[in-house]
């Protein structure tokens, strides 16, 4: 299976690379703030920024010319439900990572010219985040006074013993004096946590209670969780092989061409719409019942008075539970969406058939039978290497699914490649 683990991460990383650079060049309707506080419309490259960019692709309407543009030249920008304001702010720049931790509470003060993401605007009192490629997030609070960091430290705490995680909490503090207007907030505010959602969360209810409607920024895309039912048919086609030395003991497996085994398919799955993708990414997860049969008959000459011949029936059922990352490419208006996806699947077999009737046959005797298992070394366990296309349209997607694994033989002079294919119909309940 150490191959099938290398080619994932091939096909992963490699094909994954050119679709990301591809979806790099998404240009989408938005506007720029420029100099002279005055709106320009056009098109920028949204890059589903997890962390607040440091600079963007403009291309202004009616003009070829992509303008790389920074805080510096614009005071601001809106594209896809998002709104960035250019400002020069204070924060705490020491690192969050657990191992990096600070071992004092002092800020490590730093002065940068960024810009700053709006989750909530108001003209009185707005939210805005900072988060950079450290994944470190900073809030602020724009009042008609300006911008004011929230102040908040993570650092390791050596004065007890063993060291524990400290938090300077001042923002609590700025918050409860900001927001005083509103005091049903006050018990919110003291076990308030520096989050996103948490504070977003906290400035609704002030929003609320002040009784005066604000603009709220929300994700253009939240983690999605996709639930639904699927089946189809499968066709299972299984290749016994071994050395010639070892025919004898395999010759009812390795030495005839057992047929494509067709069943039916039925499952389960959950699939999870990554953020901050513009639902481009999803991890999909499913559980299938398939199921596969060989029969036949063989035989197997040892000298001219003595041969043997065996017919052969194994039918194996499995629970299969796949999990694959998919990516989606939308058609026209995004209601068609074709997609790729590839992963691993691991089977347990929950019922199965291994079985032969084994005939001697000796010139001038009688053929003497007997009944034994068709492989010793039988498998109850499959992992495969899995890849599909398919077409989704509304809540019904289609799916053409290859799988490839080593099979249900674990004997190691006796190989049984296995290759399935699957025409899955999908079913969106939610």
């Not at 911008?147 to 993570?154: E, M, Q, S, V």
């Not at 308030?192 to 005066?212: A, H, I, P, V």
Request: charge should be neutral; proline fraction near 3%; include cysteine.
């Amino acid at each position: 299976m150490k191959k099938h683990f290398f080619y994932v991460w091939l096909l992963l990383i490699f094909p994954g690379k050119n679709i990301y650079s591809f979806q790099n060049q998404d240009f989408q309707d938005g506007y720029i703030i420029n100099a002279q506080s005055d709106t320009v419309k056009g098109k920028i490259e949204y890059r589903n920024w997890n962390a607040n960019p440091e600079f963007i692709n403009f291309q202004a309407h009616n003009d070829a010319q992509i303008s790389m543009l920074g805080p510096g030249d614009i005071m601001g920008f809106s594209v896809i439900n998002e709104l960035y304001l250019s400002r020069l702010v204070e924060y705490d720049s020491s690192s969050r990572a657990m191992k990096d931790l600070s071992i004092h509470g002092e800020f490590e003060l730093k002065e940068s010219l960024v810009f700053l993401r709006v989750l909530s605007y108001r003209p009185d009192v707005s939210l805005l985040m900072l988060k950079d490629r450290q994944d470190r997030t900073n809030f602020f609070v724009e009042t008609r006074e300006g911008t004011l960091w929230l102040k908040y430290k993570k650092y390791s705490n050596e004065s007890i013993s063993p060291a524990s995680v400290a938090e300077k909490t001042v923002f609590r503090g700025q918050l409860l004096s900001i927001l005083a207007s509103c005091d049903d907030l006050n018990n919110k505010i003291r076990n308030l946590r520096y989050e996103q959602k948490s504070m977003l969360r906290l400035f609704e209810s002030y929003y609320n209670c002040t009784g005066s409607e604000p603009l709220i920024f929300r994700d253009s895309d939240k983690t999605v969780f996709e639930i639904g039912l699927t089946g189809g048919l499968s066709n299972t086609q299984v290749i016994f092989g071994t050395s010639n030395q070892n025919m004898e003991n395999f010759y009812h497996l390795a030495g005839q061409d057992f047929p494509v085994s067709r069943a039916l398919a039925y499952g389960a799955f959950v699939n999870i719409r990554i953020p901050r993708t513009r639902d481009r990414w999803a991890i999909y997860n499913e559980v299938l019942i398939n199921s596969f049969q060989l029969s036949g008959e063989s035989e197997y000459s040892i000298s001219s008075v003595y041969r043997l011949s065996a017919d052969v029936d194994l039918a194996i059922t499995y629970a299969t539970m796949t999990n694959m990352l998919r990516y989606y490419y939308p058609l026209g208006s995004g209601k068609i969406q074709l997609f790729a996806n590839v992963g691993l699947a691991n089977g347990l077999v929950i019922q199965h058939t291994n079985q032969m009737t084994e005939t001697e046959h000796i010139i001038s005797q009688e053929p003497s039978s007997s009944e034994k298992p068709a492989i010793d070394g039988f498998r109850k366990y499959e992992q495969s290497l899995v890849g599909g296309l398919g077409l989704g349209v509304g809540r019904f997607n289609v799916e053409l699914r290859h799988q490839r694994s080593s099979g249900i033989s674990e004997i190691l002079t006796l190989s049984s490649k296995t290759r399935r294919n699957h025409i899955l119909l999908a079913y969106r309940l939610w």
